[in-house]
Every structure is written in structure tokens, then in C-alpha cells.
């Protein structure tokens, strides 16, 4: 979709309709920068599901 067809879309919508978007478009940009750098809990949880799978599986079970 061409910048310019988003953009004509976007200013047919109610105002309301509007500011939803602006929000989603928000919540994509935290989204965006939160898995360009995540928390040190998150890195230290991968690197445990990486290391012990196995000890994972049978938790599970």
C-alpha cells in the first residue's frame, strides 16, 4: 500500500477512528523498540530456555 493511499484512508475516518490509529501506531513503535532491547530478565530467561531444554520438557510434563 502506497504511503499516500494510507494516509487518504486515514483522513477519511472519523476523528475518533483516527486517534485509534495514531495509538496503534504508537503501540507499535514501543513494540518495536522493546524487542530491539529487551529487559535483562527477558535475555536471562532466553539464554535459560536455550541452555535447558531438556530440564524444561520434563517440567512440563
Known sequence: MAAESLADVVQSLTPQEQE??????EYLKRRDATARSPSPFLEAADEFITQHPELLLRLAQ
Request: aromatic share 34%; net charge neutral.
Open 20 to 25: 485509534a490509529v495514531w495509538q496503534f501506531i
